[in-house]
C-alpha cells in the first residue's frame, strides 16, 4: 500500500505561481509512474502531467509551457511547478502513483489539494 500526500494548494492570483508537492510512502517510488491530474467543477478528471520511472514527461495541453513536473527518488516526492496561472486551472490536484508488476496494477491516489486561481 502507498500513501500519497499532496500540499502546496492554495488561492493564487492570474498570472501567478504555485509548487505542489506530493510525498509518497514506501520503497516503490522509484519505479513507479506519478501523475498530476485534476478535476474542475463538473467536470470530469483529466491528466495534467505525468513522469515515468524512466524520466519520460508527457503534459496536457492546456499547461504545456506553464507547468512543469518533476521527481525526487531520495525524497520520495514528485513537483509540479505551476506557472502563469489562469482562472481555469482552478481545480482539485490529484497525486497518482502507478506501476504494473507481474500483470498486476498497483494503482494509488492522493486526496487532493484545490488551487483556485481567482483575482
Known amino acids: 500500500q502507498v500513501q500519497l500526500v499532496e500540499s502546496g494548494g492554495g488561492l493564487v492570483q492570474p498570472g501567478g505561481s504555485l509548487r505542489l508537492s506530493c510525498a509518497a510512502s514506501?520503497?516503490?517510488?522509484?519505479?513507479?509512474?506519478m501523475g498530476w491530474y485534476r478535476r474542475a467543477p463538473g467536470n470530469e478528471r483529466e491528466l495534467v502531467a505525468r513522469?515515468?520511472?524512466?524520466?519520460?514527461?508527457n503534459y496536457a495541453d492546456s499547461v504545456k509551457g506553464r507547468f512543469t513536473i518533476s521527481r525526487d527518488n531520495a525524497k520520495n516526492t514528485v513537483y509540479l511547478q505551476m506557472n502563469s496561472l489562469k482562472p481555469e486551472d482552478t481545480a482539485v490536484y490529484y497525486c497518482?502513483?502507478?506501476?504494473?508488476?507481474?500483470?498486476?496494477?498497483?494503482?494509488?491516489w492522493g486526496q487532493g489539494t484545490q488551487v483556485t486561481v481567482s483575482s
Open positions: 514506501g520503497s516503490s517510488f522509484r519505479i513507479s509512474a
Open positions: 497518482n502513483s502507478y506501476r504494473v508488476l507481474f500483470d498486476k496494477v498497483y494503482d494509488y
Open positions: 513522469i515515468a520511472s524512466g524520466g519520460n514527461i
